[in-house]
């Protein structure tokens, strides 16, 4: 009876060991689990902090070098303006008395009667409200003025009104033309910067 006994206590006894090794071995892992996420943490904030470290003295450096070329850039500039009166290249040489330069670009339907001066052609337009001439001239406005005067008189037309304005060396002009008998009428425009030193010259007649 007493060996029955034991038997019979030992077989019960052998499950509540072996879930109390289960147990053990399960917590076991649990914490080297976290040990090693702990030790993870810790490496990746290293690496993170050195990458942050580095990024920082890269962008210093980088923000120190752009600073050098602002103040050497800014440096120049004083000086250029210092030296010398800043301005464009002239895009022409052409004055009122010279040759017309590229004239091909005129339009075709472009009045024979309305005088172009010297200069550069840069562009011209025809539509149902005006035939346009745009040249670029190295003469100021009021030379352009006086040329016109006479040439539009010798073609038959006559001066309706004519202006300039000067303001900070940005000058402006206009002369507005008709042929009454005919129902006629056009204009030109002037430009001129004091930065680019050539006027822009825009003549049109209306159809309108």
């Known amino acids: 009876m007493d060996e029955t006994k034991k038997t019979q206590e030992n077989v019960e006894q052998a499950p509540v060991v072996q879930e109390e090794k289960k147990s053990k071995t399960l917590l076991y892992v649990i914490i080297g689990i976290f040990v090693f996420l ?56 052409k004055t009122v008395d010279g040759d017309l330069e590229k004239k091909e670009l005129i339009t075709d339907k472009f009045p024979t009667d309305i005088p172009l001066p010297g200069g550069l052609v840069t562009a011209s337009s025809y539509d149902e409200f005006d035939i346009e001439a745009k040249i670029d001239i190295d003469s100021t406005i009021d030379e352009i003025i006086e040329w016109y005067e006479k040439a539009l008189v010798e073609k038959g037309w006559e001066i309706t009104s004519k202006s300039s304005e000067d303001f900070e060396g940005w000058e402006t002009g206009s002369i507005d033309f008709a042929k009454v008998a005919e129902e006629r009428k056009g204009s030109v425009s002037l430009d001129r910067n004091p930065y680019v030193k050539v006027t822009t010259i825009r003549v049109r007649e209306r159809l309108y």
């Open 38 to 93: 702990l030790v993870l943490g810790a490496v990746g904030f290293f690496v993170i902090k050195v990458l942050l470290k580095q990024g920082v003295s890269l962008l210093n450096k980088e923000g120190e070098k752009l600073i050098e070329q602002a103040d050497k850039f800014i440096d120049t500039s004083e000086e250029e303006d210092e030296d010398e009166d800043f301005s464009y290249s002239k895009s022409t040489e």
